[in-house]
């Protein structure tokens, strides 16, 4: 089955500390991989996304994800967190050219000044 | 990327009655979807609105609960029907660019159910 796994639901890190969160993904297709943030109140922002190529990939607000094909993971990266991070982070998969997206169940970033 | 504005941005509706959340893109899109987002949980998706055909529903979803249009590629409408408050959640419309084959999602509507 198709699935997306995010094994935290809740992570907390002090501002200026780095952080990794873990996405693991079952999929049969070749994976395209994406990132979303939700800030309270607000709708998903993408952050990044992977097709194919580099599997280190740069996004906004100072993010990056790998991609790891052995480890059907992409976690997202960053190496100095900011307070404004502060916000929901869901981890998506889909496939060339498909409407559907499958969601992981998503982290809750606390930060701590 | 997409600028996707939905209206009305919350609501607070009595048991029983319908609300219809309108998703406005500001250009032309083939693919539009419908998300539901229960309460700390994550995104569903209800269905998706190609223009000039009826909706695609996902498994657990049907059109007399939840009624979409298509009129044309830059607007779609989900309405929730009879509602209870199960239904309480966010509503979110999402649409599909080809150029970077990446979905764009809207800012949600926040629908409670009393």
């Known amino acids: 089955a198709q699935s997306v796994t995010q094994p935290d639901i809740h992570i907390t890190v002090s501002e200026g500390a780095s952080l990794e969160l873990r996405c693991n993904y079952s999929y049969g297709a070749t994976p395209y991989l994406f990132w979303y943030v939700q800030s309270p109140g607000q709708g998903l922002q993408l952050l990044l996304k992977y097709f194919s190529g580099d599997t280190l990939v740069q996004g906004i607000k100072g993010f990056e994800a790998e991609f790891k094909r052995s480890q059907s993971s992409f976690n997202l990266r960053k190496p100095s967190v900011h307070w404004s991070d502060a916000a929901e982070y869901f981890c998506?998969?889909?496939?060339?050219?498909?409407?559907?997206?499958?969601f992981g169940t998503g982290t809750r970033l606390q930060v701590f000044p | 990327s997409a600028v996707i504005s939905q209206k009305p941005s919350r609501d607070i509706c009595q048991r029983g009655t319908s609300l219809t959340i309108q998703c406005q893109v500001d250009?032309?899109?083939?693919?539009m979807f419908w998300y539901r987002q229960q309460p700390g949980q994550s995104l569903t998706l209800i269905a998706t609105?190609?223009?000039?055909?009826?909706?695609?529903?996902e498994s657990g979803f049907v059109i007399d609960k939840f009624p979409i249009s298509r009129p044309n590629l830059t607007f779609s409408t989900l309405t929730v029907s009879n509602m209870s408050p199960e239904d309480s959640s966010i509503y979110l419309c999402?649409?599909?660019?080809?150029?970077?084959?990446?979905?764009?999602f809207g800012p949600g509507t926040r629908l409670t159910v009393l």
């Open positions: 609105a190609n223009q000039g055909s009826e909706a695609t529903y």
């Open positions: 999402s649409v599909h660019r080809s150029r970077t084959d990446t979905q764009y």
């Open positions: 998506a998969v889909g496939s060339y050219n498909t409407d559907k997206l499958i």
């Open positions: 250009s032309q899109v083939t693919m």
